[in-house]
Nanobody, 114 residues
Framework: QVQLVESGGGLVQPGGSLRLSCAASRSLPIMGWYRQAPGKQRELVADITIGGSTNYADSVKGRFTISRDNAKNTVYLQMSTLKPEDTAVYYC????WGAGSNYWGKGTLVTVSS
């Protein structure tokens, strides 16, 4: 079992920035962030492999940056130029290659509002 602990959510004004962090109890090859807005399905925001390859949703490209510190088993999501439509619960995810292990954090709320 892997525990994922998220931090960094909160209330921010449009155009502002936030950084989310997620610490895992052990390393997994792929770590990432998903989000779920009210009334919508959970969607991928960004993920990153242990080798540093990244993947972003089109809606956040150029505004969000994902990174990881393999020594600390931690993944970060730097969010800039935030928009009200970025408001959602953000979930950390860690998984193995293919259809193997898949773990979720409890989520952290990000609210973008003036």
């Amino acid at each position: 079992q892997v525990q994922l602990v998220e931090s960094g959510g909160g209330l921010v004004q449009p155009g502002g920035s936030l950084r989310l962090s997620c610490a895992a109890s052990r390393s997994l090859p792929i770590m990432g962030w998903y989000r779920q807005a009210p009334g919508k399905q959970r969607e991928l925001v960004a993920d990153i492999t242990i080798g540093g390859s990244t993947n972003y949703a089109d809606s956040v490209k150029g505004r969000f940056t994902i990174s990881r510190d393999n020594a600390k088993n931690t993944v970060y999501l730097q969010m800039s130029t935030l928009k009200p439509e970025d408001t959602a619960v953000y979930y950390c995810n860690a998984r193995s290659w293919g259809a193997g292990s898949n773990y979720w954090g409890k989520g952290t709320l990000v609210t973008v509002s003036s």
